[in-house]
């Protein structure tokens, strides 16, 4: 089995740390991708990070991954609520999907509480900052060990 975790950040998460800091904090997306890569190598996983503002992007990664990674976690950001086309690419990846948000969704607008990403993710983790990223990883090498 793979030891890879990629790591997919969607729209406008390349602006943390400039873009509404009381909502993502300051942390900047490379902080974030530096502190995943460290933490899944502690439990011996090898962490690819990628940010696209382009759907057709992240589908070719998530068609990308079938067959080559152990996981997926992702931030899909606006593309949670609109993106009929990334859950299907989930889909048909066929790699366990942990779903990544960095604010709590559902204290939010009401269009931010649906997410056709939590369709087809082992689990959903919100509203923990940054953090939330490594606690994917610890949940991946829960169930992937």
């Known amino acids: 089995m793979s030891n890879i975790i990629l790591v997919l950040n969607g729209p406008n998460l390349n602006m943390l740390g400039l873009r509404e800091p009381a909502v993502y904090g300051h942390e900047t997306l490379a902080d974030v991708e530096a502190m995943a890569t460290r933490h899944g190598e502690g439990h011996g996983f090898a962490v690819e990070c990628k940010q696209t503002n382009h759907e057709g992007q992240m589908i070719d990664w998530i068609h990308q991954a079938r067959g080559r990674v152990a996981g997926i976690v992702i931030n899909p950001g606006a593309w949670t609520h609109t993106s009929v086309a990334i859950h299907d690419a989930l889909i048909a990846c066929e790699v366990p999907v ?6 709590n969704v559902h204290k939010r607008e009401s269009f931010r509480h649906h997410s056709y990403v939590s369709l087809v993710a082992v689990g959903v983790i919100a509203g923990f900052g940054t953090q939330g990223y490594t606690l994917a ?6 169930l992937l060990k």
Request: glycine share 0%.
């Open 98 to 103: 942990l779903e990544v948000h960095i604010s």
């Open 137 to 142: 990883i610890d949940r991946f090498a829960t």
